[in-house]
T-cell receptor, first 113, second 114 residues
Framework: DQQVKQNSPSLSVQEGRISILNCDYT??????FLWYKKYPAEGPTFLIS?????DKNEDGRFTVFLNKSAKHLSLHIVPSQPGDSAVYFC????????????FGSGTRLLVRP | KAGVTQTPRYLIKTRGQQVTLSCSPI?????VSWYQQTPGQGLQFLFE???????NKGNFPGRFSGRQFSNSRSEMNVSTLELGDSALYLC?????????????FGSGTRLTVV
């Protein structure tokens, strides 16, 4: 019962182009969404988040879009840099309860120089 | 300030044994969560502790247990190890509720069961 799904296990883009990572969720009670980035041999690091009252949040080269009706969110990285090569996890939560994040299975991004 | 510290970094155990993993949160953080990461499965929530109380538990068998001490340090224990328990175990700490304050993850303990 995967409530958060990242259907693309990997993505390869050219340096300078846009990277788009996608995430779908099934639980309509989720109201807070986050993206984490993970390098090998390190723990995940927080990247950007969005509340369900918004449909877009931007932080530098990173923008997260939320489509509540489609239960879909995406992370855009523009322009992509080789240092962005990592595994990206999306996560979702209900802020009224549970004290936990539900993570997707991750997408491995490779940015080619 | 020091980050989240997990020890040991690597561990090899035999089936049937038990193992204890340790996590020291960021100073001042009172919430500690544990996750299991396996290839293709992402991060699976194990449990979360706040002020020595377990507030939430994931869908793992009773062989997985944890506790939190008064200094917020946490341990998780896995008894009767199975080959499928081989994974990266990640600990994350936060000030309170993870959503409002954000998680900070440690580098994890890589457990291999042979």
């Amino acid at each position: 019962d995967q409530q958060v799904k990242q259907n693309s296990p990997s993505l390869s883009v050219q340096e300078g182009r846009i990277s788009i990572l996608n995430c779908d969720y099934t639980n309509s009670m989720f109201d807070y969404f986050l993206w984490y980035k993970k390098y090998p041999a390190e723990g995940p690091t927080f990247l950007i988040s969005i509340s369900s009252i918004k449909d877009k949040n931007e932080d530098g080269r990173f923008t997260v879009f939320l489509n509540k009706s489609a239960k879909h969110l995406s992370l855009h990285i523009v322009p992509s840099q080789p240092g962005d090569s990592a595994v990206y996890f999306c996560a979702a939560s209900r802020t009224d309860s549970s004290y936990k994040l539900i993570f997707g299975s991750g997408t491995r991004l490779l940015v080619r120089p | 300030k020091a980050g989240v510290t997990q020890t040991p970094r690597y561990l090899i155990k035999t089936r049937g044994q038990q193992v204890t993993l340790s996590c020291s949160p960021i100073s001042g953080h009172r919430s500690v969560s544990w996750y299991q990461q396996t290839p293709g499965q992402g991060l699976q929530f194990l449990f979360e502790y706040f002020s020595e109380t377990q507030r939430n538990k994931g869908n793992f068998p009773g062989r997985f247990s944890g506790r939190q001490f008064s200094n917020s340090r946490s341990e998780m224990n896995v008894s009767t190890l199975e080959l499928g328990d081989s994974a990266l175990y990640l600990c994350a700490s936060s000030l309170g509720q993870a959503i409002n304050y954000g998680y900070t993850f440690g580098s994890g303990t890589r457990l291999t069961v042979v």
